[in-house]
C-alpha cells in the first residue's frame, strides 16, 4: 500500500500512513469483486455465503413493548423487533440518555451523566452494593456524558455542555456547588448562578464533555468539542459555595483553569495512565469545517449565501477547494436534465457567477479520528508526544472493502502491558504497544460468522478492564451486550456476550473484579405515547428513560447461557424460509425475477395513529390496531387510506430512529454513531447550538460549525466503515437516483423564494459524491415554504411532485415504446405532513393548517402512485412508504410505531402485516431484490417484509382520490405556531406537537 509521510506531525517524524484513495476510483462490475482484492470475500452482488436471509428479528407478531418476558428473563421488545434481556439489578436513572457514569472510589455510589434532551441531570445512585440501590436525579440547565468523582468521593465534577462550563457537586448533599467556566475571563457569568437555568450572559463557545481525574484529585482533564482542546483544571483553586437560595456564588473560578493544548477534531474519550503522566484522547471526527459567511456581508443573504446545493462530493472533490459555477434559473421553468457539469443551479441568487468552496483536506490527517497522546507530568505543561491512528484509514482495504469512514477511536483502557482503543465504526479494539504506540494488533467483535462476518453495527463504545488486567469488558451499543474478552499478550479472545439493556454506553467494574456495572442509554424503550401517565412523557426523544444494571461477572456456563441469549435477542439465529415462490428471493445475492425497481418515499415524523388510527380493520374484515381517537381522519389523508385499504400496510412497523437528525441518518441505511447518538438529545434539548455565521463563536470554536441542530443527512463525522445505502449500491453496481435527501447540513437555512433546492448552505460540508452524482440537484430539501404537491391557487407554481414528474416522463419512460428506464432504487422525499407556519406557503394568504399541510402531502403521495402505476415501470416495481421519526401525534402501541406502505403488483391486496417490522426490513428487502448481500448487522438480521407479497400479482393501477381541501384555515394553528421555527426540521418540536394535537382536537372524547 502506498504510504506517505505526514510531515505536520511535529513530534512524529517517523510516522508513516496509508496514503487515502477513492473507494470508487476504478469500475465496478455486477457480480465481480470489487478492486480485485482478496479474491471472493469482497462484499458484492456475486458474493455467495451470506445467512442473513435466515435471520430475522425474533419478536415476530408481538408489538413494541417495555416489559415482556423472554427465555425467562425479565426483557423488552425493541421498536426493531429485537429483545433485550437486561440481567441483575436494574436501577431506572429517572431521565433518558445517561451517556456517562463513574462509580466513586469506595465503589458505593454510581454516578449517571443524563445527556439530554430532557431534563439534563445527574444522577447519584447510592448503595450499590446492596439489593435495593437508591436513585436521586439532580437536574442540571445542560450536561453532556463527562464525569469524575474525587478520591474521597466527597466531590464530584460533570461537564455542562452547552454552558462552557464544569458542575461541582456535593455528594453527600446530593447538591451543586460550584462551577468552573472555561469560556473565558472576558465571558463571565453573573453570578449568582441557578444550576438548573442557563447562566448568563450565555455564550456559544466550548463544549466540556469526558473527563479524567489525576490520582491525587489534583488536576481534572476536560475536553472541549468546541474549540477541539483539552482543558486543565486545578481543583485545589475551585471556590465552592452557595447562597441560602442554593445559587451558586462563585460561577466562574476562572484561576482554577490553568492550561488549554490543542488536540484532534472531536474529542470524545479521555483516559490517564495509573501514574497520571500520560493522557491519552480519542478523538472521533474527521474534518474541521469552515464557515462560508462572508468577508464583508452584504446583509443580502441571495448574494452572501449563494450555495444553495453542496459545491463538492466526499472523498473525490474535498481535499482541496474547489471552483464552480453557480448557474441562476427559473423555478417555473426548470430544464429536465439532473446536474450541471459545471456546478449548482440556483434560483435566488441575483446572477450567475463562480464560487469557491473551501477545502478539507485529507479526511485521514493526524487530527481525524486518532488518539493523541499527551505527557502531563507536567499538569500545567502538557506536551503532545504521539499521534496514533487506530482501525483502518480511509480508503484502506479491509476484508475486500475500502475504507469510507474514520474508524472513530472513542474510549482508551490501560493495563501495564498494552493500551486498548475501542474503533466504534471498526468494530474492534486496537492493541497498542504502552512505549511505541504503536499498533500491534486489532480484536475483532463481530458476532457472525462467514461472508456476513464482514458486516458492521457492533459499536464498542466504552471498555473497562478487570482489576487483574486479564479481562476487557466492551460495551457494545449495536447489539445491546457486554462483550468479555479473554486478553491474551497482544490478542485477545471473546468469551461471551452479556445482555444488557438498550445501547449500553458505559461499563464499569468493581475493585474486586466480581460486579459490573453497566449504563444502558435507551433502557427499555419508549411505551406507548398518549395523554395518560406514566404514557405522556412525549415522543421517545424524551420518554425513553435510560437504565443501569448491576450484576454479578459471569463464568462457565452461565456466560455461555447469556451469550446464546444474545445472539437469539438480535435475530442471529438462522431459522428456514418455507414461502420460497415469494417474489422476494430467498437467497442472497439472486435477484427477484419479478420486481426490479425500489422506489423508497420517505415523510416527515408522523406516528400510525396520528395518520391512519381510524382505520380498524381491512376490508376483508380483518382487525387493525389502531386509535380513532389519536387519528385525524379520512379527510386528512384520503390517498394514504385508499392506499392503505387497497394494498398491503401494516400495523406493526416501528422506526429505530427518535428524531429527524438520526432518521434521516436511518434512512440511508447508516446507524448513528456515537458522535451523532450522542449531539442529537442534547441538540434537540437546546443544549447543543450551532455556531451560526457570528464569527467571534466559529473563529475560536470551529467544533460548532458541525453542530447540526435538527440536520437531516449524515456528514463525514457518522458515515458508517461501509458506508450507507447509496455507496452499498455503487459497490454493487446497482443504479439509482436521489431526489432531496442528502444534503441539509450544519447551518443552512430554508428561506422562502429559495426554489428549487429550498436551502442555503453556510458551511463547506461535503456531500456523499456518489450521492451528489446520483441526485436531482433542482429537487429540494426539507424546506416547509415549498409544496409537496400543485397548488389549486397557482398551478405554474414549482412543487416537489411536479419536479419528479418532470424528471419522471423525460427520463425513466418512454411512452412510445412502452419501456422503464427506471433506475434500481429511487430515493424520493415529501416531507409536508411534517407541518408548516401558518402562512409559509403563500405569505400573503391563504393561511394554512396542518391537516392542509398533510393533505398537501397526501397529494403528492397519490399523485406518484398513480403517476407510477399508470406507466411502463408498475409491472416490476414496488413502492414502499414510511416516515423519518415519530414526533407528532400519539400513538397506543408505542411511541416509535408509524405507517408502512407497500404498493406494487406484487404485494397482497388489502392486506395488513402483523409482523413486527422496522425501517431495517426495508432495506433488508430491498437488498434481497436486487440480489446484493447485507450492508450492516442491523439489516442482516432485520425481519424481511416477504408476508406482505404474493406470487399472484394484480396490475390494477391506482387511482388518484380526490381531496376536500381545507377551505379556510383552523386559526387556532396560526395562534399556537407562531413561536414555531419551521426553517428547520423538528427545530420547535414540542411545541409543534401541542400544536397539532390542540388544533385538530386531539385525542378526540
Not at 473563529?699 to 440536520?711: E, K, S, V
Not at 428506464?821 to 429511487?826: A, C, H, N
Request: net charge neutral; aromatic share 10%.
Amino acid at each position: 500500500m502506498e504510504t506517505v509521510r505526514m510531515d505536520n506531525n511535529p513530534l512524529d517524524k517517523k510516522t508513516t500512513f496509508p496514503r487515502w484513495r477513492w473507494p470508487l476510483s476504478r469500475p465496478l462490475t455486477i457480480g465481480a469483486v470489487v478492486l480485485g482484492v482478496l479474491g471472493s470475500t469482497a462484499l458484492v452482488a456475486g458474493s455467495i455465503g451470506s445467512q442473513s436471509v435466515y435471520y430475522r428479528a425474533p419478536a415476530g407478531d408481538l408489538p413494541a413493548t417495555r416489559q415482556y418476558t423472554v427465555g425467562g428473563y425479565q426483557g423488552a421488545v425493541l421498536p426493531n423487533g429485537r429483545f433485550i434481556t437486561p440481567i441483575g439489578i436494574e436501577v431506572d436513572v429517572t431521565a433518558p440518555k445517561p451517556f456517562g457514569m463513574v462509580l466513586s472510589p469506595d465503589g458505593d455510589t454510581l454516578l449517571t451523566v443524563n445527556s439530554g434532551s430532557t431534563p439534563f441531570s445527574v444522577t447519584l445512585i447510592r448503595y450499590v452494593k446492596s439489593a435495593n440501590p437508591q436513585a436521586t436525579r439532580i437536574d442540571l440547565d445542560a450536561t453532556f456524558v463527562g464525569a469524575a468523582f474525587a478520591p474521597d468521593g466527597s466531590r464530584f465534577y460533570v461537564a455542562g455542555g452547552e454552558n462552557g462550563n464544569i458542575w461541582v457537586g456535593d455528594t453527600a448533599a446530593a447538591k451543586i456547588v460550584g462551577s468552573v467556566n472555561l469560556n473565558g475571563s472576558e465571558r463571565a457569568y453573573t453570578p449568582p448562578v441557578d444550576p438548573k437555568q442557563q447562566p448568563q450572559p450565555y455564550f456559544k463557545g466550548t463544549f466540556p464533555g469526558q473527563m479524567a481525574l489525576s490520582g491525587d484529585g489534583r488536576y481534572l482533564y476536560v475536553v472541549d468539542q468546541g474549540s477541539f482542546q483539552v482543558f486543565v483544571v486545578d481543583t485545589g483553586k475551585i471556590a465552592v459555595g452557595t447562597d441560602d437560595q442554593g445559587l451558586i456564588t462563585e460561577p466562574n473560578n476562572f484561576e482554577a483553569v490553568v492550561r488549554s493544548v490543542k488536540v484532534g477534531r472531536y474529542p470524545f474519550g479521555i483516559t490517564l495512565s495509573a501514574d497520571s503522566k500520560t493522557l491519552f484522547v480519542a478523538n472521533v471526527g474527521v474534518f474541521q469545517y469552515t464557515s462560508l459567511a462572508p468577508a464583508s456581508p452584504t446583509g443580502d443573504s441571495n448574494k452572501d449565501y449563494p450555495l444553495c446545493y453542496p459545491g463538492a462530493g466526499y472523498p473525490e472533490e474535498t481535499v482541496r477547494s474547489r471552483q464552480i459555477q453557480i448557474t441562476k434559473v427559473d423555478p417555473r421553468n426548470l430544464p429536465p436534465t439532473l446536474r450541471d457539469p459545471r456546478g449548482i443551479r440556483c434560483g435566488y441568487i441575483p446572477q450567475s457567477q463562480s464560487y469557491t468552496v473551501p477545502g478539507l483536506g485529507s479526511p485521514n490527517a493526524p487530527e481525524s479520528s486518532s488518539v493523541y497522546v499527551l505527557d502531563v507530568s507536567t499538569p500545567t505543561e502538557p506536551v503532545l508526544k504521539k499521534v496514533v491512528k487506530p482501525g483502518p484509514l480511509v480508503g484502506e482495504v479491509e476484508e475486500g472493502i475500502e475504507t469510507y469512514s474514520g474508524s472513530h477511536p472513542n474510549a482508551v483502557a490501560i493495563s501495564p502491558s498494552y493500551i486498548y482503543v475501542s474503533n466504534g465504526n471498526n468494530d474492534s479494539v486496537s492493541v497498542l504497544d504502552p512505549r511505541s504506540y504503536r499498533e500491534l494488533s486489532r480484536i475483532n467483535l463481530s458476532v457472525l460468522q462467514g461472508l456476513d462476518r464482514r458486516v458492521k453495527g457492533i459499536q464498542p463504545v466504552a471498555l473497562a478492564l478487570s482489576p487483574d488486567n486479564q479481562y476487557l469488558y466492551v460495551a457494545q451499543a449495536g447489539i445491546n451486550a457486554v462483550a468479555m474478552v479473554r486478553l491474551e499478550g497482544t490478542a485477545g479472545r471473546v468469551m461471551g456476550h452479556i445482555p444488557t439493556g438498550w445501547w449500553p454506553s458505559s461499563v464499569k467494574v468493581s475493585a474486586d473484579g466480581r460486579t459490573l456495572y453497566v449504563a444502558s442509554a435507551n433502557g427499555r424503550g419508549a411505551g406507548p405515547n398518549n395523554d395518560t401517565p406514566p404514557d405522556n412523557l412525549g415522543s421517545p426523544k424524551s420518554s425513553t428513560i435510560g437504565t443501569v444494571n448491576i450484576f454479578a461477572v459471569p463464568s462457565g456456563p452461565q456466560l455461555e447461557r447469556y451469550t446464546q441469549r444474545v445472539l437469539a435477542n438480535n435475530g442471529f439465529v438462522a431459522r428456514p424460509l418455507t414461502d420460497v415462490e415469494n417474489p422476494i428471493p430467498s437467497r442472497v445475492g439472486v435477484a427477484s425475477k419479478q420486481i426490479k425497481h425500489v422506489i423508497f418515499l420517505n415523510k416527515e415524523n408522523v406516528t400510525h395513529d396520528l395518520l391512519l388510527g381510524d382505520i380498524t380493520q381491512t376490508r376483508k374484515g380483518v382487525p387493525v390496531n389502531g386509535e380513532p381517537r389519536y387519528a385525524l381522519g379520512a379527510n386528512a389523508s384520503p390517498n394514504h387510506h385508499e392506499l392503505a385499504l387497497a394494498f398491503a400496510f401494516s400495523d406493526n412497523f416501528y422506526l429505530e430512529p427518535n428524531v429527524s437528525s438520526d432518521g434521516h441518518r436511518w434512512l440511508t441505511n447508516t446507524y448513528t454513531t456515537e458522535f451523532e447518538q450522542t449531539h442529537w438529545p442534547a441538540s434537540y434539548g437546546g443544549r447543543r447550538n450551532d455556531a451560526g455565521t457570528d464569527p467571534e463563536v466559529f473563529g475560536p470554536y470551529p467544533g460548532r460549525l458541525g453542530f447540526t441542530d435538527a440536520n437531516g443527512s449524515p456528514d463525514p463525522h457518522d458515515y458508517n466503515q461501509h458506508g450507507g445505502i447509496y455507496l452499498h449500491l455503487a459497490r454493487n453496481g446497482k443504479s439509482f437516483v436521489n431526489f432531496g435527501n442528502g444534503y441539509e447540513f450544519a447551518i443552512v437555512a430554508a428561506d422562502f423564494g429559495t426554489e428549487p433546492t429550498g436551502i442555503r448552505q453556510q458551511v463547506n460540508v461535503p456531500m456523499e459524491k456518489v450521492v451528489r452524482d446520483n441526485s436531482d440537484h433542482l429537487f429540494p430539501e426539507y424546506n416547509t415554504k415549498i409544496p409537496d404537491a400543485p397548488l389549486q391557487e397557482d398551478p405554474t407554481r414549482f412543487n416537489r411532485y411536479a419536479r419528479f414528474k418532470q424528471v419522471f416522463e423525460s427520463r425513466y419512460v418512454d411512452r412510445k415504446t412502452n419501456t422503464c428506464k427506471l433506475p434500481d432504487y429511487v430515493d424520493l422525499f415529501y416531507p409536508n405532513d411534517h407541518g408548516g407556519g401558518a402562512n409559509d406557503i403563500f405569505p400573503d394568504g391563504p393561511a394554512w393548517d396542518y391537516t392542509r399541510y398533510v393533505q398537501d402531502n397526501d397529494a403528492a403521495l397519490g399523485l406518484t402512485v398513480e403517476l407510477i402505476s399508470k406507466s411502463p415501470c408498475w409491472k416490476d416495481t414496488v413502492i414502499f412508504v414510511t416516515e423519518d421519526d415519530t414526533q407528532n401525534g400519539f400513538d397506543h402501541v408505542d411511541g416509535s410505531r408509524t405507517i408502512f406502505l407497500a404498493i406494487s403488483p406484487w404485494v397482497k391486496r388489502e392486506y395488513v402485516s402483523k409482523t413486527h417490522t422496522s425501517l431495517a426490513s426495508i432495506f433488508k428487502t430491498t437488498h434481497l431484490i436486487l440480489g446484493i448481500p447485507p450492508l450492516n448487522q442491523y439489516d442482516a438480521a432485520a425481519t424481511d417484509l416477504r408476508d406482505m407479497f404474493t406470487s399472484t400479482p394484480d396490475f390494477t393501477p391506482y387511482t388518484f382520490v380526490p381531496i376536500q381541501y381545507v377551505a379556510k384555515a383552523n386559526p387556532a394553528w396560526k395562534a399556537l405556531t407562531k413561536d414555531v421555527d419551521f426553517s428547520r426540521p423538528d427545530a420547535d418540536e414540542l411545541k409543534l406537537r401541542r400544536a397539532i394535537l390542540l388544533s385538530s382536537g386531539l385525542p378526540r372524547k
